[in-house]
């Protein structure tokens, strides 16, 4: 599924990955919003002003991450991916893998969250479960990127900064 290869990502393969970076950033900050939100519409009370806006911007911007993530992988089936620099078969293995939860997060996500709104407010504990797992895969996925720049000194960490038409 990572097939054609390429010699680098693209600016557009970037820019999408540092977008939805951003974006999945401020969902992790503003998050709680929408669990006030649906705590303040099951108790009946009225909500704020900041988290209703909050709650609002929390539900659009998760719907952008489910558009903008089927544009990076439609790109990504049909720009391909760089292969590895690393052949440490392990660590191309988790490479992989953590790719792939990401991939998954970001699909099931927002899914989740448009199901706890519309059929079955019981699944926002699913979706709630999404944050730590987001967190722990954030750091393992920049503590390697930081771990190929500054120990195996190679180009990983670049790739992802600077387009490859202009490397």
Do not use: C
Request: no cysteine; proline share 5%; aromatic share 8%.
């Amino acid at each position: 599924m990572d097939h054609p290869q390429s010699a680098g990502y693209s600016s557009l393969q970037i820019g999408l990955h540092w977008l939805i970076a951003a974006l999945i950033f401020f969902q992790l900050v503003f998050g709680e919003s929408m669990v006030a939100a649906t705590e303040a519409a099951e108790e009946g009370e009225a909500l704020g002003g900041t988290d209703a806006a909050l709650a609002t911007a929390h539900y659009w911007v998760g719907l952008s991450v489910l558009a903008l993530v089927a544009l990076r992988f439609a790109i990504r089936l049909r720009q391909g991916v760089p292969a590895p620099i690393d052949e440490n078969p392990l660590l191309v293995l988790a490479a992989k893998a953590t790719h792939w939860l990401f991939y998954a997060l970001l699909v099931v996500v927002p899914v989740t969250g448009l199901l706890a709104v519309y059929v079955n407010p019981e699944v926002g504990e699913i979706h709630q479960l999404a944050k730590p797992a987001f967190v722990i895969l954030i750091v393992l996925h920049a503590g390697a990127a930081l771990f190929h720049h500054f120990v195996l000194r190679d180009a990983t960490l670049r790739r992802m900064l600077v387009p490859a038409a202009i490397k």
